[in-house]
């Protein structure tokens, strides 16, 4: 099934030409065909177990059931949040990314029995919205009496739209069929009647719509749904809050709505909202040129990585509101770091990358999506954190909020947003401008690659991420000269992440080099923001070799982090490690690696999918206040912990006894 690439293809119906967009473009996923032994089996996993158990989930806690009552308007909302419905337009989503490259009669034919079902729950003026809908006398009690009253604080009936229209987007995009963009148009245009300029204003409470409406006008041209994305952004900083008030709620901030966008230089409030509003600030910015959206986004992006994310991606570290704490507020024992947030920092990082074209931004989407992403989905595929810890110990008295999956959450927003996301990853792995073409991701696999209106296929081989051996065959239809630009990550010399917050310890030991070759010779290239640039004539079966070192490497974090203060974390190539109780005889909180700890790594086949486990000898210690004693330590991939049971895991290890008792105090 032929798909028209998710970000920049517009239909022939297009009204007016797009003048501006992204100067980068990524290579649809599906012109990517994975071979990965990493990625591949959990995508199919997600296709063949997440996405059937969700839309099963949407049946049996009464998702659907509230559209089928709101098409009739009898009954009563039968689940708990009027956000609900979003979790039917996800699992679509991911639906139809998955049947766009593995098509499915069956699947296809129950997708379109529920979007019968959402069309005939829409109201005629293309109002759709259950918790209303149903019994508009007696609504959700977050919705307030009539249509938006409360749309700026907890009601999601934009938010409700958004996800409606980027389901829709992606089903046509994958299927040409128009059975669901219909219904998001016509929601879409009652947007467009009811809010703008000299009509109501609202800031929306909880962004996404902002990307949606970017959505349907790259398919319909209709600059009516981009102008209304860049009203919703403008409006934000209008309200009337107490501006003085610390009180994030008070005071505007949980909403990103404290104070005008163009003001705005840190990242504040609920972390997924704010992922959402600078993803849908980096669209708008593309489409319309807005240098004060670009520096709004570059200073937040800044404030974020120097200062409020964990060491694994994960982001929004206080648990009362999902949101970012003050600068430099990143405890352990109640992390927050919520699935969803890291999902939507990705979508920001790559559309930053679009922007820049810099590798700092696929270093950190790298980090997030091997880290604080996949450990939000278990290796089952059906079982989840919605949070996901940093330190669990002391029989789970302090420790994570959740230090086990579940199988579905009353609030399901993490297990569809990964149903939507999973299927999507191939297009995150190439790009390419102009004349050049940008390996970001090393997944193996082949890309079908159109540059200057050249085919040219792109193969990769390679066992990452266990494994820094990377080889890719470039092959042009006919030979031609152009640009191959390889991310050299830089986890590979002394960068832990782009910024000062956490670096590498032992940076004045010699570092191993990485190296290039073209066809067995020694490759030259220049180094260009984080990429190594070959340029050559290219022809057919020319093959590049890369060796990216994977040393062991011991993580620092700055010494504001008092959390981490005379700590380590362990990383190797992109992974990061913990160390969990099933390994180390039932505890890790007694654990201390002193400095110039040595490792050794070795994969594992039987052991949790097959992963690298990282080996010491470390100290122990029985009591709070014994003597440490020598002992075996085993670290496993931080995404793998909790597939064995409930038990203690840790990721920063005290390097004495000194700061063990620290901590404990």
């Not at 993580?555 to 362990?570: C, E, F, S």
Request: glycine letters at 8%; proline letters at 5%.
């Amino acid at each position: 099934m032929k798909v028209l690439p998710i970000f920049f293809i517009l239909s022939t119906t297009m009204a007016v030409a797009q003048v501006k967009d992204y100067p980068i473009q990524p290579v649809a996923f599906t012109e990517v065909k994975l071979n990965d032994q990493f990625w591949l089996p959990r995508i199919e996993t997600n296709r063949t177990v997440t996405i059937p158990a969700s839309f099963a989930r949407c049946e049996n806690t009464g998702r659907v059931k509230n559209f089928e009552m709101a098409a009739t308007h009898t009954g009563k909302f039968c689940t708990a949040y009027p956000f609900d419905d979003t979790d039917i337009y996800k699992t679509i989503e991911g639906a139809s990314y998955s049947m766009a490259v593995h098509p499915d009669p069956k699947l296809k034919a129950y997708v379109d029995s529920l979007i019968t079902i959402v069309g005939k729950a829409q109201e005629p003026d293309g109002y759709l919205y259950t918790a209303r809908t149903i019994d508009p006398l007696h609504p959700h009690e977050w919705s307030g009496p009539e249509r938006w009253v409360k749309e700026n604080e907890g009601s999601h009936e934009l938010y409700n739209s958004g996800h409606l229209f980027e389901a829709a987007a992606a089903h046509y995009l994958a299927t040409g069929e128009k059975n669901f963009l219909n219904i998001a148009l016509k929601n879409a245009d009652l947007l467009v009647s009811v809010f703008g300029p000299g009509k109501r204003h609202v800031a929306p409470g909880h962004e996404i719509v902002e990307m949606g409406l970017v959505r349907l006008y790259r398919i319909t041209g209709k600059k009516e749904y981009l102008d209304l994305a860049k009203f919703f952004i403008d409006e934000r900083g209008k309200r009337h809050y107490n501006k003085t008030s610390k009180n994030d709620w008070e005071n505007g901030k949980y909403w990103q709505d404290n104070i005008p966008v163009a003001e705005q230089d840190e990242a504040v409030g609920h972390a997924v909202r704010a992922m959402y509003l600078y993803s849908g600030i980096a669209d708008v910015a593309a489409l319309t040129g807005d240098k004060t959206y670009l520096s709004t986004i570059d200073k937040i992006w800044d404030n974020m990585v120097g200062k409020k994310i964990y060491v694994q991606g994960g982001i929004g570290s206080v648990p009362n509101g999902e949101k970012f704490g003050d600068d430099y507020e990143l405890p352990n024992t109640t992390a927050y770091n919520e699935t969803c947030a890291a999902i939507g920092d990705v979508f920001w990082n790559q559309r930053m990358f679009l922007l820049h074209g810099d590798s700092k931004y696929i270093d950190l989407l790298e980090k997030i999506l091997y880290n604080g992403l996949i450990s939000g989905v278990g290796l089952d595929g059906k079982s989840f954190f919605y949070t996901n810890a940093m330190q669990v110990t002391d029989g789970f008295t302090h420790g994570s909020l959740e230090p086990t999956r579940s199988g579905w959450f009353q609030c399901s927003c993490c297990p569809t947003n990964m149903v939507r996301f999973l299927p999507s990853l191939p297009g995150y792995i190439y790009a390419q401008r102009e004349n050049n073409i940008y390996v970001n991701l090393f997944i193996a696999g082949s890309a079908d690659i159109k540059l200057n209106n050249k085919n040219i296929t792109l193969t990769q081989e390679n066992n990452y991420p266990w494994n820094g051996l990377l080889s890719l065959s470039v092959s042009p239809e006919t030979p031609s000269r152009f640009n191959v630009l390889v991310r050299i990550p830089g986890w590979v010399g002394l960068q832990a992440v782009p910024s000062d917050l956490y670096t590498f310890a032992h940076t004045n030991a010699p570092q191993v080099k990485f190296t290039i070759k073209i066809n067995g010779q020694p490759a030259k290239y220049v180094m260009e923001k984080g990429y190594a640039v070959l340029n050559r004539e290219w022809k057919k079966g020319d093959k590049i070799q890369i060796d990216l070192p994977m040393q062991v490497k011991e993580v620092i974090a700055n010494t504001a982090l008092k959390n981490d203060r005379d700590k380590v974390a362990l990383q190797r190539g992109p992974i990061m490690y913990c160390g969990e109780w099933k390994d180390n005889d039932g505890k890790v909180s007694n654990i201390i690696i002193p400095p110039n700890t040595k490792f050794q790594w070795s994969y594992e086949g039987d052991l949790l999918n097959g992963v690298n486990v990282l080996k010491a000898e470390v100290l122990k210690t029985k009591e709070l206040n014994g003597k440490p004693a020598k002992a075996e330590f085993t670290a496993i991939p931080y995404y793998s912990w909790a597939n064995r049971g409930k038990g203690e895991m840790q990721v920063w290890f005290p390097q004495n006894a000194d700061a063990k008792v620290l901590e404990a105090k």
